[in-house]
């Protein structure tokens, strides 16, 4: 499976974006799909997880109510809406794909190659 971010950008804190992850091949619908993100100097962090079907979704507490992980499996392409946005969000972003629902990062076998997200106070 091979991943591509984008949606990335420079914005000012309280505004919105919406990243997007499209993938290859017909078995998107096998996976479910993790958003991660990795500010300078920190580890990587996850901010969002959606199951097979996108019937579940589960966030950080730093990030509920603020962002929402969607995926459109005919589009083969998994979203992540992030509104409210602060300077602390700042960091690269990253889609990944796990053949289990999970927040950590060692369970996600596929990788995008990540999209920076600057937000500005």
């Known amino acids: 499976v091979q991943l591509q971010a984008s949606g990335g950008g420079l914005v000012q804190a309280g505004d919105y974006l919406r990243l997007s992850c499209a993938t290859s091949?017909?078995?998107?619908?096998?996976?479910?799909m993790g958003w991660f993100r990795q500010a300078p100097g920190k580890e990587r962090e996850f901010v969002a997880g959606?199951?097979?079907?996108?019937?579940?979704?589960y966030y950080p507490d730093s990030v509920k109510g603020r962002f929402t992980i969607s995926r459109d499996n005919g589009k083969n392409t998994v979203y992540l809406q992030m509104n409210s946005l602060k300077p602390e969000d700042t960091a690269v972003y990253y889609c990944?794909?796990?053949?289990?629902?999970?927040?950590?990062?060692?369970?996600?076998?596929?990788w995008g190659q990540g999209t920076l997200v600057t937000v500005s106070s």
């Open positions: 990944a794909a796990s053949w289990l629902a999970s927040r950590n990062s060692g369970q996600y076998s596929y």
């Open positions: 091949g017909r078995t998107f619908s096998r996976y479910h």
């Open positions: 959606i199951t097979l079907s996108g019937s579940s979704t």
